[in-house]
């Protein structure tokens, strides 16, 4: 058994860069964007064993390797990048090319909470005054941003909007979405009034058809076409530091932070905010919870009365 190991390793690392990778990915059915992720993930693997001439990785080298892009990485992309290595060893296994040597190699731990800040309600009102509405493109980003402030839209899903996702449905007026990890637009966002309104004056000022996309670049290169997720986040980024908000951590994805947050000090219930969020998890929605509840905790004030005086 063992000598029929070192002959599989032997195996792999002269096809680890070759056959077997490309026979790999062509066996994964997933997304393109997964499958770019898998591709970089062990692309970073191979070059860990090919600069650490290691020809016959064993469970120790993945465990080197988890620890080495813990360092050099976010803690989100490290844990991405072994998850991709543990794949590709779980096909090598059940192929029968080589031991799963990945078989429980704990995780990269990440910490709980989120990276992004929010914004109070003052704040965001601050940033959407910042955005003139004299032009088409202030028109434009002005109904991106308060609909993202709304609905907690990510800017994934206000990309893929078409003009057409805007429909009615009883007596509201709603966006059909393709949300995180669905195919298709079978979800949606309620959108207020302030909000369709915004959205209806920016897509009449550029005479919009319904088969379009929604949002659209108003550049001479590029005009009509749809606007990236990157594009997006510059747009949120510049009003926010317009406003006065620049920091680090405070990105496009702020603005869903700020929804949730805002809908939950309103008082909706966790219930109510989950699906709002459409977070499938209602323990998400609570790490929000948590957060505020401690920022409520009275007994810094009490303290601070005490020396100081209330």
Not at 59 to 78: N, P
Not at 187 to 202: F, G, M, N, S
Request: hydrophobic letters at 35%; proline letters at 2%; one cysteine or more.
């Amino acid at each position: 058994m063992k000598q029929e190991i070192i002959e599989a390793r032997q195996e792999l690392s002269k096809r680890l860069n070759s056959n077997l990778y490309y026979e790999f990915i062509q066996f994964l059915d997933v997304k393109k964007n997964t499958l770019e992720t898998y591709k970089k993930g062990l692309k970073q693997f191979f070059i860990y064993l090919l600069e650490n001439e290691i020809q016959e990785p064993t469970r120790k080298d993945v465990i080197s390797f988890r620890d080495y892009i813990k360092e050099t990485h976010k803690a989100g992309t490290a844990q991405t990048y072994l998850a991709s290595v543990r794949a590709f060893f779980k096909w090598t296994d059940s192929e029968g090319y080589y031991p799963n040597i990945a078989h429980y190699v704990k995780s990269v731990k990440q910490e709980k909470g989120f990276k992004k800040d929010y914004l109070t309600s003052e704040q965001a009102k601050d940033v959407l005054n910042a955005i003139s509405r004299t032009t088409v493109a202030g028109l434009r980003d002005y109904a991106i941003i308060s609909l993202m402030l709304t609905t907690g839209l990510r800017t994934v899903e206000v990309s893929r909007a078409n003009v057409d996702d805007l429909r009615t449905l009883g007596n509201s007026t709603v966006l059909y979405i393709q949300g995180k990890g669905h195919d298709t637009k079978d979800d949606y966002v309620k959108i207020t009034k302030p909000v369709e309104h915004a959205i209806r004056t920016y897509l009449k000022a550029v005479q919009a058809q319904s088969d379009s996309p929604m949002f659209t670049s108003l550049d001479n290169k590029t005009k009509g076409n749809r606007l990236t997720t990157r594009s997006l986040s510059r747009i949120c980024k510049k009003y926010m530091v317009k406003a006065g908000y620049d920091s680090e951590r405070l990105t496009a994805h702020s603005f869903r932070h700020t929804s949730v947050t805002l809908a939950l000090l309103n008082g909706n219930t966790l219930e109510q905010v989950q699906q709002m969020a459409r977070h499938k998890n209602i323990n998400t929605t609570m790490i929000y919870n948590h957060a505020l509840q401690k920022e409520k905790n009275p007994c810094y004030d009490s303290v601070s009365n005490a020396l100081f005086g209330a």
